[in-house]
């Protein structure tokens, strides 16, 4: 797959200011053609009173004005969105660790966390794909604390899977049945970035992963289990499953 980047929508569409500026051309051409006709044919004997189209003139001039503020107000924002497109364009063929309820299949693996938020009497992790079919099934830790598993790619009946996204579900339930707070993250490859909203998105295949979500950046995903902070202070324990 081809790394891309999108360019932001305000940039291919004319600014609000700019159709504004062509009205109110068009509108004072038309004012001015009427006070010309006016003029033209007024009574030399019974002038027109200036007061009125004088006043019109500075209602124009003031919407000009403003007009001109809010283009410059525009030019600035479209400054301040291509700059944080550039900067986060930068992450392109890096790996992200982020809160998702999916994993990415990365040349044949896949790496992610999950956080215990308490003490679990069993703990089951499943991924499935995109037909809803169980790839892998598994029992994992149950301690309170982040742990990281590095999935080989095998599915449940001993086959590779292909590169790609999958589904990511982990439960949890205490001894008395109870469910257990779990939260996930998956790690995968940045494979181009989007602004479509009110911030940048990063796409995991076909995946967006705002950048409120991500928790680490790195080079490579190998080892970001290791460097990344237990959310519950408690050691990150990692195990390979396959």
Excluded: C
């Amino acid at each position: 797959m081809a790394d891309a980047v999108s360019g932001i929508g305000a940039a291919s569409t004319a600014s609000a200011a700019t159709q504004d500026a062509q009205k109110l051309a068009d509108d004072l051409d038309d004012f001015m053609t009427l006070l010309t006709t006016q003029l033209q044919h007024q009574d030399p004997l019974d002038p027109m009173d200036a007061t009125e189209f004088t006043s019109q003139l500075v209602q124009f001039a003031s919407v000009e004005q403003q007009i001109s503020q809010n283009s410059n107000l525009e030019t600035l924002i479209r400054a301040q969105e291509n700059s944080q497109l550039a900067s986060v364009a930068s992450y392109v063929g890096r790996f992200v660790e982020a809160e998702s309820g999916s994993v990415q299949v990365y040349n044949g693996e896949s790496e992610f966390n999950y956080v215990l938020h308490d003490s679990a009497e069993a703990t089951l992790i499943n991924i499935q794909d995109d037909t809803g079919r169980t790839v892998f099934s598994s029992e994992g830790q149950v301690s309170v604390g982040k742990h990281g598993v590095i999935w080989d790619g095998t599915d449940m009946q001993g086959n590779k899977v292909p590169d790609g996204m999958y589904k990511l579900t982990v439960s949890a339930m205490d001894g008395d049945g109870a469910p257990v707070d779990v939260t996930t993250t998956a790690i995968g490859k940045v494979t181009g970035v989007s602004y479509a909203g009110d911030e940048a998105a990063l796409m995991l295949n076909n995946m967006e992963i705002g950048l409120s979500q991500v928790i680490t950046l790195k080079e490579q995903a190998a080892s970001l289990t290791d460097s990344t902070e237990d959310v519950t202070e408690e050691e990150t324990t990692e195990e390979t499953t396959s």
